[in-house]
């Protein structure tokens, strides 16, 4: 039977925890190892599904990868394949990190259409469209991507909707076309600018990496380096609601305050109790929290990841709230299982009506997307009674040690295989 996670709720989370890096910034950053011969040195990678899946990835192409604890070494001497496979596309999207890269230093590449999934279509046209501005032929063959170019030319790429794994792939690719590129509609999210910081690291010469206007003045060749990887604002944040879900008292540690700043001000609308110091944030768990709007939307707006979570949190409160999904058509997966243990939610389109109740019980529950079991495992943590979160594969996608994490505080969570 696949892993399930048991859960008895009711227990005020105590004490401290710390996030791991983030796994939004390890997938670019690992990807950026087919950028150069010479080695890559990351001193904390996350030990995750997707992590696992881009290593298996990169091997295929030749990379030889080394993980010694949290940390990580890769080095792609020769790249001796252009292939994505669809295997390993349809299981984790972001292996089209690898496009960017491998049109830029081998002059092609072949990655799979990732198609739709759970949570909605997710095309990659601006992916093709940048690429195609910095001199890449473009052809779609049976499902796959094919991508060729001898040397990529900076161009001035303004894309048509905020992409974050677009503006990385685009940056990646600029990084070694010959010339200076613009985008503009940049990504803003801190992954974005930790891949910059990576990249300038390796010798690259980019600027303006956190607005929505990044300068890349392409060079012939990347080299060694040594980083770390961003903290991951997601975990920060889920584990923040499960100190204030449960009306426990926790200091999450390793955090960038500045990155969850509409994480944290949503939540104090809630009455969450916070305390905010340069590398930590203390929740304490308001008795009831009180009910808020929100609409998801790029960084630094409130981010789409932790739409679920909030979700939970607000399906207690004391009152009606209204969730607005912008980024995803279809990200309300966990409604429905949290209306299975006594919430209620009705959900029209991409707005979601919360009328709070007094507490949720214990149920079985699945989803078949990240935040949305990670969304089911804290209305567990609160919930009276039993639950049990199937599929539990999904979380180990994104979250490290998740249960462990959430045992050391007091939790009341066993995975049973
Ligand atoms: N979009 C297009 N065309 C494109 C690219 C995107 O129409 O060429 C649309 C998407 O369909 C979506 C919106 O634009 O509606 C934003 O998508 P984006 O490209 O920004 O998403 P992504 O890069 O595929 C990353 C994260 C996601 C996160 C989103 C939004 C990684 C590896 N993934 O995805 O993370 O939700 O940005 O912030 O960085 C997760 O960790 O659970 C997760 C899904």
Same mark, same amino acid.
């Given at each position: 039977?696949?892993?399930?996670?048991?859960?008895?709720?009711?227990?005020?989370?105590?004490?401290?925890?710390?996030?791991?890096?983030?796994?939004?910034?390890?997938?670019?950053?690992?990807?950026?190892?087919?950028?150069?011969?010479?080695?890559?040195?990351?001193?904390?990678?996350?030990?995750?599904?997707?992590?696992?899946?881009?290593?298996?990835?990169?091997?295929?192409?030749?990379?030889?990868?080394?993980?010694?604890?949290?940390?990580?070494?890769?080095?792609?001497?020769?790249?001796?394949?252009?292939?994505?496979?669809?295997?390993?596309?349809?299981?984790?999207?972001?292996?089209?990190?690898?496009?960017?890269?491998?049109?830029?230093?081998?002059?092609?590449?072949?990655?799979?259409?990732?198609?739709?999934?759970?949570?909605?279509?997710?095309?990659?046209?601006?992916?093709?469209?940048?690429?195609?501005?910095?001199?890449?032929?473009?052809?779609?063959?049976?499902?796959?991507?094919?991508?060729?170019?001898?040397?990529?030319?900076?161009?001035?790429?303004?894309?048509?909707?905020?992409?974050?794994?677009?503006?990385?792939?685009?940056?990646?690719?600029?990084?070694?076309?010959?010339?200076?590129?613009?985008?503009?509609?940049?990504?803003?999210?801190?992954?974005?600018?930790?891949?910059?910081?990576?990249?300038?690291?390796?010798?690259?010469?980019?600027?303006?990496?956190?607005?929505?206007?990044?300068?890349?003045?392409?060079?012939?060749?990347?080299?060694?380096?040594?980083?770390?990887?961003?903290?991951?604002?997601?975990?920060?944040?889920?584990?923040?609601?499960?100190?204030?879900?449960?009306?426990?008292?926790?200091?999450?540690?390793?955090?960038?305050?500045?990155?969850?700043?509409?994480?944290?001000?949503?939540?104090?609308?809630?009455?969450?109790?916070?305390?905010?110091?340069?590398?930590?944030?203390?929740?304490?768990?308001?008795?009831?929290?009180?009910?808020?709007?929100?609409?998801?939307?790029?960084?630094?707006?409130?981010?789409?990841?932790?739409?679920?979570?909030?979700?939970?949190?607000?399906?207690?409160?004391?009152?009606?709230?209204?969730?607005?999904?912008?980024?995803?058509?279809? =990200?309300?997966?966990? %409604?429905?299982? /949290?209306?299975?243990?006594? !919430? #209620?939610?009705? @959900? $029209?389109? +991409?707005?979601?009506?919360?009328?709070?109740?007094?507490?949720?019980?214990?149920?079985?529950?699945?989803?078949?997307?990240? =935040?949305?079991?990670? %969304?089911?495992? /804290?209305?567990?943590?609160? !919930? #009276?009674?039993? @639950? $049990?979160? +199937?599929?539990?594969?999904?979380?180990?996608?994104?979250?490290?040690?998740?249960?462990?994490?959430?045992?050391?505080?007091?939790?009341?969570?066993?995975?049973?295989?």
């Amino acid at each position: 039977m696949p892993a399930r996670l048991l859960i008895e709720g009711g227990v005020p989370l105590r004490g401290t925890v710390a996030v791991s890096a983030a796994k939004n910034a390890a997938l670019p950053a690992l990807a950026a190892g087919l950028l150069t011969a010479e080695p890559l040195a990351f001193l904390n990678v996350p030990d995750l599904q997707d992590v696992r899946t881009m290593v298996r990835l990169l091997e295929t192409l030749g990379a030889r990868i080394q993980r010694d604890g949290v940390r990580v070494r890769v080095q792609v001497a020769h790249v001796v394949g252009d292939v994505a496979p669809y295997e390993l596309v349809s299981t984790m999207r972001a292996s089209v990190l690898v496009l960017g890269p491998l049109v830029a230093r081998h002059g092609s590449a072949r990655v799979a259409l990732p198609g739709g999934c759970a949570i909605g279509p997710r095309p990659i046209d601006q992916h093709l469209k940048g690429l195609a501005r910095l001199g890449a032929e473009i052809a779609i063959e049976n499902g796959y991507i094919v991508a060729r170019a001898s040397r990529l030319k900076g161009a001035h790429i303004a894309t048509d909707l905020v992409t974050v794994t677009g503006t990385e792939n685009l940056m990646m690719a600029a990084a070694l076309a010959q010339g200076t590129t613009v985008i503009e509609n940049a990504a803003r999210e801190p992954e974005v600018s930790d891949l910059a910081r990576l990249l300038n690291a390796m010798g690259a010469r980019i600027q303006g990496a956190g607005t929505a206007r990044i300068e890349i003045e392409g060079v012939t060749e990347l080299g060694t380096a040594t980083h770390t990887i961003i903290p991951d604002r997601i975990e920060a944040g889920t584990l923040i609601v499960a100190g204030a879900i449960t009306g426990g008292d926790v200091a999450v540690t390793g955090v960038v305050p500045d990155h969850i700043t509409a994480v944290l001000a949503k939540l104090e609308e809630c009455g969450v109790g916070l305390e905010v110091a340069p590398d930590r944030v203390r929740v304490r768990g308001p008795e009831r929290p009180r009910p808020t709007d929100v609409t998801t939307s790029p960084y630094p707006g409130f981010p789409t990841d932790m739409q679920a979570q909030l979700m939970t949190l607000l399906g207690l409160a004391d009152g009606q709230s209204r969730v607005t999904e912008t980024i995803f058509e279809n =990200r309300f997966m966990q %409604a429905a299982e /949290l209306v299975r243990m006594g !919430a #209620r939610i009705e @959900t $029209e389109g +991409s707005t979601a009506i919360i009328r709070g109740v007094p507490f949720y019980q214990g149920a079985p529950v699945m989803a078949s997307d990240l =935040r949305a079991s990670a %969304a089911l495992v /804290l209305a567990g943590l609160a !919930a #009276r009674g039993a @639950t $049990e979160v +199937s599929r539990v594969y999904h979380l180990d996608r994104g979250y490290e040690r998740l249960e462990a994490k959430l045992r050391s505080l007091g939790a009341h969570i066993e995975r049973r295989t």
